[in-house]
C-alpha cells in the first residue's frame, strides 16, 4: 500500500517567516508534487519533481521553492510566508508524471498570522 | 495550457438517486482523464480513470464516459448512498512524457439519507 506522508498536519507561522513543509513516500516513486488547495479553486501545482534534485514550475510557483535530495523526500519551502499563503498544503507522488495515479498525503493547513 | 472546467460546483441528491458531474477541457492532445474523490478531512483519491482510446469504462457503481470530439467528461454515480458524499475532482493530461494534471474546481456532492 502507497504511503505518503507529510511532516505536519497543521502548522500557525508569522509573516515573514520561513517554512518547511516536508513529505515522504515509500513506494520508490520518480515523481513527486506540490499542490495548494483552496475553497472555489481545487488544486493548484505549485512544483513537481521528476528525479532527484530536478524541479519544475508549476502553475503558481511565485512565492516558493523546493527541495528534493534524496527520491523519498520532497520540500516545500516558503521562503518569506505571507498572509496570502494561508492555505491547505497537499504532497503527491507517482510512478510517472502523466497518465499515472496521484497518491496524495493527508495535507499541511498552513495558517499565517 | 490546459484548463478542466467543472459542473456542477455542488449536488445535492437525494439516497437512491443517480448524480452526474461534467468536465470539459481545452487541449485536444489531452488522452488521461482520471476522477479523485476527497471526504470530508481526508486526501483525495483516484475512483476512476479513463484513457481515450475508450468511451465508457465503469466500476460497480460509477461509470465515467468520455466524448473526445466534444472535449468533454462525465462521472455517473448510480443509486448514491450517504459514504458518497465528498467533493469530486475531474482532470485532465496527456498520457506521457511530462504532462501533468490539470484539475477541475472540484464538485461538492451531497446524498441525503
Known amino acids: 500500500d502507497v504511503k505518503v506522508t507529510q511532516s505536519s498536519r497543521y502548522l500557525v507561522k508569522r509573516t515573514g517567516e520561513k517554512v518547511f513543509l516536508e513529505c515522504v513516500q515509500d513506494m520508490d516513486h520518480e515523481n513527486m508534487f506540490w499542490y495548494r488547495q483552496d475553497p472555489g479553486l481545487g488544486l493548484r501545482l505549485i512544483y513537481f519533481?521528476?528525479?532527484?534534485?530536478?524541479?519544475e514550475k508549476g502553475d503558481i510557483p511565485e512565492g516558493y521553492s523546493v527541495s528534493r535530495e534524496k527520491k523519498e523526500r520532497f520540500s516545500l519551502i516558503l521562503e518569506s510566508a505571507s498572509t496570502n499563503q494561508t492555505s491547505m498544503y497537499l504532497c503527491?507522488?507517482?510512478?510517472?508524471?502523466?497518465?499515472?495515479?496521484?497518491?496524495f498525503g493527508p495535507g499541511t493547513r498552513l495558517l499565517v498570522l | 495550457g490546459e484548463n478542466v472546467e467543472q459542473h456542477p460546483s455542488t449536488l445535492s441528491v437525494q439516497e437512491g438517486d443517480s448524480a452526474v458531474i461534467k468536465c470539459t477541457y481545452s487541449?485536444?492532445?489531452?488522452?488521461?482523464f482520471p476522477w479523485y474523490k476527497q471526504e470530508l478531512g481526508k486526501r483525495p483519491q483516484l475512483i476512476i480513470d479513463?484513457?481515450?482510446?475508450?468511451g465508457e469504462k465503469k466500476d460497480q457503481r460509477i461509470a465515467v464516459t468520455l466524448n473526445k470530439t466534444a472535449k468533454h467528461f462525465s462521472l455517473h454515480i448510480t443509486e448514491t448512498q450517504p459514504e458518497d458524499s465528498a467533493v469530486y475532482f475531474c482532470?485532465?493530461?496527456?498520457?506521457?512524457?511530462?504532462?501533468?494534471?490539470?484539475f477541475g474546481k472540484g464538485t461538492m456532492l451531497l446524498v441525503s439519507p
Open positions: 503527491a507522488s507517482s510512478f510517472a508524471v502523466g497518465g499515472e495515479t496521484q497518491y
Open positions: 519533481s521528476y528525479d532527484v534534485k530536478m524541479k
Open positions: 479513463i484513457r481515450s482510446n475508450v
Open positions: 482532470a485532465a493530461s496527456l498520457n506521457s512524457g511530462y504532462s501533468t494534471l490539470t
Open positions: 487541449d485536444s492532445a489531452s488522452n488521461y
